[in-house]
């Protein structure tokens, strides 16, 4: 690495244009001025860890908690921009809430030649309370001309935040995407 290249204060890795760092996950809106390796080298406690191996399923739950933790407090601050009420799974007459409020932060993925309409890798959305609930997509037009159409839907109840390094990067656009981000 280039001796004069702004890195992370945490980890000493190129943290990536988001407001976490792309290599350790950590929030960096408090961060005035990124340094540079050099600085960051000649700085550093020498007992300090080296980064977290992004293989280490813990720790990657840890950071991706963390980033949750994070995109909530920058969306609240910001009053919640581009959250959106989108309707719940399910028949009508549930004794649920039949919609909730929150942000699309992996939209629903189908392949674009599957014969399935009904295949689909379901996506993933955060509430404005913090929830994170599987994102449905529900295929309509059953018969009519213009079928297939699909209707994304929150699955009604909340799931675990998936330890994935990709949500990281995710959560990170979605703040970016809604001006909340730095
Ligand atoms: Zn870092």
Redesign the pocket.
């Known amino acids: 690495m280039e001796s004069d290249a702004r890195v992370?204060?945490?980890?000493?890795?190129p943290?990536g244009v988001g407001i976490f760092?792309?290599?350790?996950?950590?929030n960096?809106a408090a961060v005035e001025r990124l340094p540079t390796r050099a600085e960051w080298e000649t700085t550093r406690p020498a007992e300090a860890a080296p980064?977290p191996a992004p293989a280490d399923p813990r720790q990657l739950a840890d950071r991706c908690a963390q980033a949750l933790a994070g995109f909530l407090t920058a969306m609240h601050a910001a009053g919640d921009p581009g959250a959106t009420k989108m309707p719940m799974t399910g028949a009508p007459g549930f004794k649920r809430p039949r919609n909730a409020r929150g942000w699309v932060v992996r939209p629903v993925h189908r392949e674009e030649d599957d014969e399935d309409p009904r295949r689909y890798e379901p996506g993933l959305v955060v509430t404005t309370e913090g929830a994170v609930h599987r994102l449905d997509s529900e295929v309509r037009g059953w018969g009519q001309r213009d079928f297939p159409t699909f209707r994304d839907t929150i699955a009604p109840d909340p799931i675990d935040l998936p330890a994935e390094e990709r949500l990281i990067g995710e959560l990170a656009a979605v703040l970016r995407d809604n001006g909340a981000g730095s």
């Open positions: 992370c204060p945490f980890c000493g890795a943290p760092c792309s290599a350790c996950g950590r960096l980064a």
